[in-house]
């Protein structure tokens, strides 16, 4: 079992569609999490943390349910530049960051 | 303020070779990571140098080494190189050890044929 699993996608939505992404992650003693953009042959650049309480930034609200050991991003009201490959990313202690798969987001006008 | 830059950008080698890439890290970081993401897959650790050592490392061969310079730049070296090395390599940089706040450079993409 991989130690950070995502949705497979590709997702596929017009503008102004609010999507979710999933992300489980396997090591309970996992210590933060966060979620990294990568646009098509760029470096990933950080989104945002994932915090117990949830968060949010502006569109983004990402939550975190350490009893499920799961994690979620939602992008409200989609833009075409929201287009890129979502990487859950877990930091399993001892600065061991573990990048999921990632999930790719096409937004359609 | 300069980035994380990395050279080559591409490269293309053949089985059994050597290859050497480059880093240089974003103004005023100490620390480089390196990763290699293969087509499809999330990023996954080399090994990080800080303070011109190497502090930890992930599920890689030894045939993956590295170096850090005084100033604080860096190299990864891939000897023997195989099919399967051929991904995107890339550098993070920050300061001091916590990848939590590490910034990444654009890569360097290998072919190995």
């Known amino acids: 079992r991989k130690e950070v699993e995502q949705d497979p996608g590709p997702f596929n939505v017009p503008e102004g569609a609010t999507v979710a992404f999933n992300c489980t992650y396997s090591?309970?003693?996992?210590?933060?999490f966060f979620w990294y953009r990568q646009d098509c042959r760029k470096e990933p650049k950080l989104l945002m943390s994932?915090?117990?309480s949830g968060n949010e930034d502006g569109r983004f609200t990402a939550q975190l349910n350490r009893a499920s050991q799961y994690i979620s991003l939602l992008i409200r009201d989609s833009k075409l530049s929201d287009s890129a490959t979502y990487l859950c990313v877990v930091n399993e202690g001892n600065n061991d960051m573990r990048f999921g798969a990632g999930t790719r987001l096409t937004v359609k006008p | 303020d300069a980035g994380v830059t990395q050279s080559p950008t591409h490269l293309i080698k053949t089985r059994g070779q050597q290859v050497t890439l480059r880093c240089s890290p974003k103004?005023?970081?100490?620390?480089v990571s390196w990763y290699q993401q293969a087509l499809g897959q999330g990023p996954q650790f080399i090994f990080q140098y800080y303070e011109e050592e190497e502090r930890q490392r992930g599920n890689f061969p030894d045939r993956f080494s590295g170096h850090q310079f005084p100033n604080y730049s860096s190299e990864l070296n891939v000897n023997a190189l195989l099919l399967g090395d051929s991904a995107l390599y890339l550098c993070?940089?920050?300061?001091?050890?916590?990848?939590?706040?590490?910034?990444f450079g654009p890569g360097t993409r290998l072919l190995v044929l």
């Open positions: 103004s005023g970081h100490d620390t």
């Open positions: 994932v915090y117990s």
């Open positions: 090591n309970s003693a996992s210590q933060s």
């Open positions: 993070a940089s920050s300061l001091g050890t916590s990848q939590e706040t590490q910034y």
